[in-house]
T-cell receptor, first 111, second 113 residues
Framework: GQQLNQSPQSMFIQEGEDVSMNCTSS?????WLWYKQEPGEGPVLLIA?????ELTSNGRLTAQFGITRKDSFLNISASIPSDVGIYFC???????????FGQGTRLTINP | ETGVTQSPTHLIKTRGQQVTLRCSSQ?????VSWYQQALGQGPQFIFQ???????GRGNFPPRFSGLQFPNYSSELNVNALELDDSALYLC????????????FGPGTRLTVT
């Protein structure tokens, strides 16, 4: 089935640094979403992207829908301790109901 | 606005038993999707319900079944539990017009011994 390759798998950064992560696929997706999950909780929707090339921000978070429609990127600027968690990308194929998730990027911040 | 709720929070079952997990969708949403999340992995799509019917299914065996009720709440039933069924089960609700924006509940942690 479809797979999303998310990288990096984990990141260890200092507070205040910027963060970049990405998701790639061999398939073309019509929608890309980015979620954050904290321990003991369900994923929380951060950003949804609908058009190739689209750039959308949510506070310090910015995500882009890749031009090829096979990738997406998430950037976090000026990281703070509450950014700690696991970030997942998810894509939706045209006509499909399901979301396909990446393996997640675990973000750890050193104060 | 009420978010997605799930019950129970945790559950321990024995191999071979059956389990029912419950989900109440976010107000204004009419579609419910269920996902299985193994430890250290991303969620895997089980199925989706819309208008009380299954509307898409992932690569899960028939012993995984579900229901959706007129108030849009949903149940996930798993028969003949196996050890590998131990996971976090997530319910996500959405509105059919924008079903790709799925909002998740906190999940039910199922342990099969």
């Amino acid at each position: 089935g479809q797979q999303l390759n998310q990288s990096p798998q984990s990141m260890f950064i200092q507070e205040g640094e910027d963060v970049s992560m990405n998701c790639t696929s061999s398939s073309i997706f019509n929608t890309w979403l980015w979620y954050k999950q904290e321990p003991g909780e369900g994923p929380v929707l951060l950003i949804a992207l609908y058009k190739a090339g689209e750039l959308t921000s949510n506070g310090r978070l910015t995500a882009q829908f890749g031009i090829t429609r096979k990738d997406s990127f998430l950037n976090i600027s000026a990281s703070i301790p509450s950014d700690v968690g696991i970030y997942f990308c998810a894509g939706r194929l045209q006509g499909a109901q399901k979301l396909v998730f990446g393996q997640g990027t675990r973000l750890t911040i050193n104060p | 606005e009420t978010g997605v709720t799930q019950s129970p929070t945790h559950l321990i079952k024995t191999r071979g038993q059956q389990v029912t997990l419950r989900c109440s969708s976010q107000s204004g949403h009419n579609t419910v999707s269920w996902y299985q999340q193994a430890l250290g992995q991303g969620p895997q799509f089980i199925f989706q319900y819309y208008r009380e019917e299954e509307n898409g299914r992932g690569n899960f065996p028939p012993r995984f079944s579900g229901l959706q009720f007129p108030n849009y709440s949903s149940e996930l039933n798993v028969n003949a539990l196996e050890l590998d069924d131990s996971a976090l089960y997530l319910c996500a609700s959405s509105f059919s017009g924008t079903s790709y924006e799925q909002y998740f509940g906190p999940g039910t942690r199922l342990t099969v011994t």
